[in-house]
């Protein structure tokens, strides 16, 4: 049974949050928890607080055993951006894309 928590419009690159990602796919959700705690990427904080979320998802909702949990896919996906700009020489303006990310993380159980 696959179980899932989306966390939208967060506030970093995708490309930041993607750097992560691969630390934790396919791993036991005890040690991809442990291995997110003690990065100091803020990406890493934004992602153990949506497997925190689908982890309450298996256990409140589909009462699965959490210590059964595996990772199956973290997704990260782009969000809208925010386009600002910033005054430059001679009357100019130069772009500034504050980018966002939508990030779903799918946990399976092992057990079936």
Known sequence: ???KAVAKHV??????????VGAIKGKPVEFSLN???FMPQKAAGLVEKVMRSAVANADNNNELDVDTLIVKNVIV???PTLKRFRA???GRG???LKKSSHITVVLVDEAV
């Open 1 to 3: 049974m696959e179980v």
């Open 88 to 90: 430059r020489a001679r």
């Open 11 to 20: 506030r970093i690159s995708p490309q930041k949050v993607r750097k992560i």
């Open 35 to 37: 291995t997110l705690k």
């Open 77 to 79: 996906d782009q969000g």
């Open 94 to 96: 130069a772009r500034i």
